[in-house]
């Protein structure tokens, strides 16, 4: 089920006045409802892949009994290689089998054989890559003493199955959401008012900013070869923000639509476009998976506190891993690993990203700041091209041409309403960019907020894509 | 919790007044009439009760805006239709869909205006345009009228995924079936106006997201989706050329034979907006080799569309529509009228 389709928010209010009904009697109900109302959520994109994660959880929860009674250190191990042997094993059937087979081939191929390899046609199920990390993130977390296992399967089905950010995350970890499935939750209208905000916000990019920009950006990306630099500059532009809003979106409807039910998700996104270096710009986007890995990769590689050499290794490793985990694409895994090139000089200077916002207090960003956001933003957009890309020949032909024909006489006035919707969501965010999300208007007076949501509404109307498209990452 | 349903309420209400003021008067929803079904011959009209007077408006910000009328016979047309002892001269009728129907151009810019014009009063013409409708509807309002009108002339639109999606079945619409190569009417569904529809077609909000911005709301994968549309995209029934050339001649046959003494003309083809001569599509050939055996005179457009594009680039639809503008009207107007005058000497 999509959250930008009409059997949503359907299914959101039934959930949500039968979850609150039960708000009186016991924790148990409602978990039982979340697990019911999760499995139904995300069986109606297809039911048969219900079995793989309800198989996923039944070893993890079970790992995870056995390893907390457990104090032998090597069987914990063991057990824990267990957990990483199945889940892995089933992300790389269903994910990457196809590629490591196709990649065989063409290597092979290269060598002068004639391989007669199989050809796979193997259905990704939606979601794998996130839910995969968190039930993963409970059993190394177990292992590793952090956590007690839970004993109340329910809430544990509930936790790795929780629709809201089920498919595309936020990628929770089980210290911070499990013990929500073990606390009452009680209704907090201003926390839920918020949700409501923040979900409305979260669709209005989705289908107003990145449903909109997905179309130029299919022509450009398809076409480049008869385009010049500036509407390939303007194709990669479109790019990011459509990713952006895509992504931020489904994280800001996962986000409020958790609160309705009184829970907190982790932040995903904070405005990460106005990053002034790339440190600061992993810290501002899709902020759950940067941490897993920080956590579960970086740091058991050795983390910061070794040799510079020894660091610059680690980041590039996790960050290579971190674009392979995106996709069975070479495309992806040289996207992750500029990433990690970007970090070198940062490294090397030893240089902290800021840890505040930019231009506290000011309408507008000091000349340095505002240089170091371009830089930053300019660097993302020569990374995004391989990420979008088909393949490798695709996004080097695409950088090729950009450099090589900087002007063509074409029209470029076809990209005037891409740059509005940049412009104007920039501008929004920009004004909003020391608040959780550019629709918290909380604190301003109601016939001014109210205004601010008709005026979300309308934009939706007006200019929405209302044909419930599927989010990038559901591919992830 | 009760103040929070109550303030998210009171907010939905108020957005709604805030949309159904802004799609009124900013930004106005399209205005359509609404559909009544004729038991007795089975076809599908308007209410003029309901409403006779409108503004349609076309894509998401109303870039198409015109005025339509719904005369007391329930058909949009700038005169009400007369019988043939009132009007004292001949009359010609022309049957389509929402091609012809003429939503998309002024009331007074639509063909049969055009057609009038032309004739200087030497006859009338009675549009039977109607959306959605095809062919196997047509042969019934063509009883109608008939009987009703007694027109010299009948002038039958048909597009070439009308006549497939004539076999489409639709409640409130008269279909066919083909069994084998025997083609037969099948027995028609009334359609019932639920009164949550006429309600919603009160609303400005919804008439914008339903006919504007064209949301097909789906709840279930793989529902919805127009009977016409269904037989135009490629998921809709494939039709073999022998299928097609057997609802082709069922069609002409029928539209010559029911019709003894009154001249049926079938036009084919719409507007060709390239350079490059265009060719007549299989279903047009099946047809026009129809009207041949029939009796019946066959009208291509594509070369009249095609030598106007060569003369003014001039578009014959719209950007985001393809249905005909007021221009393509005129096109066709001028010429059926050269065709029917001659025929009515």
New interface residues.
């Given amino acids: 089920m999509l959250f930008n389709s009409i059997q949503f928010p359907i299914f959101l209010a039934l959930v949500f006045v039968l979850y609150w009904a039960l708000d009186r009697r016991s924790l148990k109900p409602q978990n039982i409802l979340l697990l019911v109302s999760s499995y139904i959520f995300y069986g109606w994109w297809d039911w048969r892949f219900l079995s793989l994660i309800a198989f996923s959880s039944l070893i993890d929860y079970t790992i995870g009994l056995r390893m907390g009674a457990e104090q032998s250190a090597r069987k914990r191990k063991a057990l824990l290689s267990v957990s990483l042997a199945v889940n892995l094993g089933a992300l790389g059937l269903f994910k990457y089998l196809g590629f490591f087979v196709g990649s065989t081939a063409d290597f092979l191929t290269f060598l002068g054989f004639q391989p007669n390899l199989p050809t796979l046609h193997i259905i990704l199920p939606v979601g794998i890559s996130f839910y995969t990390f968190q039930t993963l993130s409970y059993t190394i977390d177990i292992y590793r003493k952090k956590i007690e296992p839970t004993r109340d399967l329910v809430a544990f089905l509930a936790f790795v199955s929780f629709f809201p950010q089920l498919v595309a995350g936020p990628i929770e970890r089980a210290s911070a959401l499990l013990p929500q499935f073990h606390t009452r939750r009680r209704f907090d209208a201003k926390r839920a008012s918020d949700g409501l905000r923040q979900m409305l916000w979260g669709l209005t990019k989705k289908v107003v900013v990145a449903d909109n920009l997905a179309g130029q950006v299919d022509v450009i990306f398809t076409g480049h070869a008869e385009l010049d630099g500036l509407a390939l500059t303007c194709g990669a532009i479109f790019f990011a923000l459509q990713i952006y809003c895509d992504f931020s979106g489904y994280s800001d409807i996962a986000i409020g639509t958790a609160r309705l039910l009184g829970f907190d998700l982790m932040r995903n996104f904070a405005f990460p476009y106005f990053a002034r270096d790339i440190g600061e710009f992993w810290r501002r986007w899709h902020i759950s998976l940067s941490t897993w890995f920080r956590d579960y990769v970086y740091i058991p590689l050795g983390g910061s506190r070794t040799s510079t050499a020894q660091r610059i290794r680690n980041i590039i490793i996790t960050f290579t891993v971190s674009g392979f985990w995106h996709g069975a694409n070479w495309t992806f895994v040289l996207w992750g690993l500029l990433n990690g090139l970007y970090y070198v000089p940062l490294m090397l200077a030893n240089k902290r990203a800021p840890a505040t916002v930019v231009a506290v207090g000011r309408l507008l960003p000091n000349p340095a700041e505002a240089g170091a956001m371009a830089i930053t933003f300019a660097l993302t957009l020569l990374a995004w091209v391989f990420f979008r890309a088909e393949n490798l020949t695709h996004a080097l032909s695409y950088l090729w041409q950009g450099a090589s024909t900087p002007w063509l006489p074409i029209d470029h006035s076809v990209y005037t309403s891409g740059l509005i919707y940049c412009g104007v969501l920039l501008a929004i965010e920009w004004l909003q960019r020391e608040k959780q999300h550019a629709l918290d208007v909380a604190t301003l007076p109601v016939p001014l907020r109210w205004l601010a949501y008709v005026a979300a509404v309308l934009a939706i109307i007006l200019f929405g894509h209302l044909g419930a498209t599927e989010f990038i990452y559901f591919q992830f | 919790?009760r103040?929070?349903v109550i303030?998210?309420a009171a907010?939905a209400v108020?957005?709604l007044v805030?949309?159904e003021v802004?799609f009124r008067v900013a930004?106005p929803a399209a205005e359509l009439p609404a559909g009544q079904f004729n038991a007795e011959y089975g076809f599908r009209r308007y209410d003029p009760a309901w409403k006779s007077e409108g503004l349609f408006t076309s894509g998401?910000?109303a870039q198409i805006r015109a005025t339509w009328k719904i005369n007391p016979q329930g058909w949009n047309s700038h005169r009400p239709y007369l019988n043939e002892k009132e009007r004292g001269k001949p009359a010609v009728a022309y049957f389509g869909s929402s091609f012809i129907e003429g939503f998309r151009a002024n009331i007074s810019a639509n063909i049969s205006p055009v057609m009038e014009k032309q004739a200087a009063g030497a006859y009338d013409v009675y549009n039977f345009g109607m959306s959605d409708s095809v062919p196997s509807e047509h042969l019934n309002v063509a009883r109608y009228v008939r009987e009703r009108f007694a027109p010299k002339v009948m002038i039958f639109f048909c597009s070439p995924w009308h006549l497939a999606a004539s076999l489409v079945p639709a409640a409130g619409r008269q279909r066919w079936l083909l069994d084998g190569d025997v083609v037969r009417p099948r027995k028609v569904v009334p359609l019932k106006n639920a009164a949550l529809k006429a309600v919603a077609k009160r609303s400005a909000?919804v008439r914008?997201?339903v006919l504007n911005?064209r949301?097909?709301?789906?709840?279930r994968p793989g529902n919805g989706g127009g009977v016409v549309n269904a037989a135009q995209s490629s998921g809709g029934p494939k039709y073999t050329p022998a299928q097609l050339k057997t609802l082709a001649e069922y069609m002409v046959q029928r539209a010559v034979s029911e019709n003894p003494g009154i001249q049926v003309i079938f036009v084919t083809g719409g507007p060709h907006m390239k350079d490059s001569p265009p060719t007549l599509s299989t279903v047009s050939q099946l047809i026009a080799d129809a009207c041949k055996r029939h009796g019946a005179t066959h009208i291509s457009l594509l070369p009249i569309f095609h030598a106007d594009w060569l003369q003014h680039h001039k578009r014959f639809d719209f950007e985001h529509d393809f249905h005909w503008n007021a221009y393509a009207f005129k096109l066709v107007g001028q010429h059926l009228h050269a065709v029917v005058a001659e025929m009515l000497k």
């Fill in positions: 919790m103040a929070f303030r998210t907010f108020f957005a805030v949309s802004f930004l998401r910000h909000l914008y997201l911005a949301w097909r709301p789906k709840l």
